[in-house]
């Protein structure tokens, strides 16, 4: 009876702190929706072409790449996961305004420094949330399509703001919600239940680099994620170069976004129905056809349209990946191995993918940068696919051993 009294006061305390957290990803979606989507079209517009702008954006990924580890095992050793999401939130948010600097060395500063604190976020506020919801006795996706959906009004907002006003204005929005996003960071709580530190860095490190399932999975993460950069940076630029006006630009972002809200609820099922690895593999699937129909159907309104594949793509994907991290990492390593995934699939590829995303487009236009993201993601989806062999050998062999 104590034991069933204590459960029930920890899923109690946690149902009220998820509340918290979905507001988190929600003001966060916002600020990120408002923003990121339309930074090339503000790098444009200050008369940097689209290599520099991917050497830009690549240099500052790879300052978060190094810092990336970093945070995650000063949040698991220390449990400092409230401030680390705090800063990850406020530096970014009082540096935008430079944003519209012309000199390149600057801007180019500004965006290390930004990345240098907001790496931090996704990880660590995912690990914090697959936590909370487990202890709620709900899914992650329940709290990850907040992100969305406030990503798709942001997006949306953003697209209508640039139709009437100048881009050059948009840092005020993007400011004011980050600096709301640092404040609803300062009222969480620690976690209900501690866990004890008991590996070195080297240790929790090597863990997860000894494991050959891991390193397949990051590859095919990897590979999708390089592949989403030619969506997430520079579609507002493809999608003007084929004749798109800016308001449907907003029309697409929304869409995508709302998309992932049903996608990533469904992603949960299907995770528990088919396994981790078979809905990474329908997701690699749905990129290859989402970017295949952008790559070679060049008309406005259809690469609209397609982008309610973004469910399919990248919800499927994160939801299955977020949870398998968050399965083969020990509870002393949640946050260092999110840190992991999120620094290959979230900094190498985004530094990658930017870089070379940025040399195709001005080499070959949409045809050319989204023809090569179809490549990719096949490829991606032979390593779920060996990942699948995998798993299916391995629980033979669990049988064969129990007979």
Known sequence: MLGQSLDAMIASHSRHTLRKVRGYYLINGVAGGIFGPYLSLLFIHNGFNSTKIGVILSVATLMGILAQPVWGQIVDRFQMTRSALLVGSLIPALLVAFYNSTWFYMVLFIGVTSSLFSVAQTPIADAYAV???????????????????????????????????????????????????????????RPTTAIEFKRSALTGMQHFLANRRFLLFLVGGFLLSATLTSYDTYF????????????????????????????????????????????????ALAFCTRFAVMAWVKIPLVDVFIQVLHGASFGFFYIAAVDYVAYISPSDLQATGQSIFGMVCGGIAVMVGNLFNGILLHAGGPSLMYGVGVLAAGIAACCFFVLIVLNHRKNRQILQELH
């Open 236 to 283: 507002a630029l493809a999608f003007h170069d084929i004749g798109g006006p800016f308001d449907w630009t907003g029309i697409a972002f929304m869409i995508a976004s709302l998309s992932n809200i049903p996608s990533m609820l469904i992603a949960s099922k299907l995770i528990v129905r088919l396994g981790r690895e078979k809905t990474l593999l329908l997701a």
């Open 131 to 189: 936590r909370t919801a487990r202890e709620a006795q709900t899914s992650y996706s329940t709290v990850r399509i907040f992100g969305s959906f406030g990503y798709a009004v942001g997006a949306y907002t953003a697209g209508l703001f640039l139709a009437h006003i100048s881009v050059v204005f948009l840092w005020l929005p993007r400011a004011i919600i980050g600096v709301t996003t640092a404040l609803i960071a300062l009222t969480l709580p």
